[in-house]
């Protein structure tokens, strides 16, 4: 039978053939079968797909999650299209949105100035030698708050052309690695300090007596007579701060002591060396104060301070002014300078122990010893204000007698 009249049969309105309702019905039930089919596999990649962006969400959520926790930022970087990509906004860790840091560039912009190029060096060889980087630096937060953070960086196992890392905040790591060196720099003084009281307090005694004999001597000249005063003086004063260093002793109240006098005293024994350089150096007493600070203890701090001041000013053209006054509840020393003042970066580490920038003569403990003799006479020393001529100016502040 030819197709044509096989379909003219199927066609036929008369009593239906047997072949014809088998078809129909082989056919109908292929038809529904197959859509029935199409229609469960279609849901069963719905279901599929849905509980698969359930869990990528879920695993997102995660990661998340453990970001903040961490004060962490995972990101990615495409080598084909220069493309950084961060999972995180990253509030937590750079202080800001990271949504224009979409190029290494741009990202580099986020790293304090000082670090930029060692980040930025490191970064470079690391893309060359294709190898993994570690590194901390800092970053400036816009409300002006310095951050230390660590990045981690290695190109990626199953992304070809990929690098990936990880970005942290390591404040607290670093507050005790710092806390932990302050404790051995302290130990280190503490040993030091016990050192030179036994290395001196001999001498000392030695320098006494033989000033002494040579002041019983009737054939001395007034004039050496007073210079061997001033001289016995100084010796008795050096053997007191030797046997009573800061680090080796508690406080011990002091009598009320005008504190004019103690500068003037201060002053004068850099007269001559502020006469050599040229430089000008005096007291100015606005109102009267009296403290009840132990005296060697004050004369030590403003020994220590007058004596950065006299490194700081330039020669022929230097002038230090001390100035007394009473606030308050409190006696207040002011020491100026018109050095060169104290460079940003210096100032973080200022009244740190062994942190000094003489490197020739300087051996960074006279202001940790300057701050912590204040703090035990129950004042502060702290940096304070100024005004032309003077770029530097320290603040002494101790109780009242």
Known sequence: MSFGAWRKFLEL???????????????????????????????????????????????REVLTEAQRASKSVAWSYNLSTGRMTWEEEGFDVFGRSLFDASTPETSLELVYDDDRNRVSQLYQDALQKDAPFEIEFRCLWPNGEMHWLEARGRPSATRP??????????????????????????????????????????????????????????????ESREYLAVAHTQIRRLSTVARHLPTQRAFAQGGPTDLHEIAKEAVDLFAARCASKGCQIRTVQKSPA???????????????????SCDAVTEGMGEIVVEVSSQEDVACIRILDNGPGIPAEVLRHLFEPFFTTKTDIGTGVGLWMARELATRCGGRLILGDYAAPFATAFHLELPLA
């Open 161 to 222: 052309h990929t690098w990936i890392g990880l970005t942290s905040n390591v404040d607290s790591r670093k507050r005790s690695e710092q806390a932990l060196i302050r404790s051995e720099k302290l130990a280190a003084i503490g040993r030091l300090s016990s050192t030179i009281a036994h290395e001196l307090n001999n001498p000392l005694a030695a320098l006494t007596n033989l000033i002494y004999l040579a002041l019983s001597d009737p054939a001395l000249s007034e």
């Open 290 to 308: 009296r403290t009840s600070a132990p005296k060697e203890d004050v004369t030590q701090i403003l020994i220590n301070l007058l004596n950065n």
């Open 13 to 59: 309105d008369h009593g239906e053939h047997p072949v014809r309702a088998v078809l129909r019905a082989t056919v109908t039930f292929g038809v529904g079968y197959l859509f029935a089919a199409g229609w469960e596999w279609q849901r069963r990649n719905r279901d599929c797909l849905a509980f698969a962006l359930s869990e990528l969400g879920a695993r």
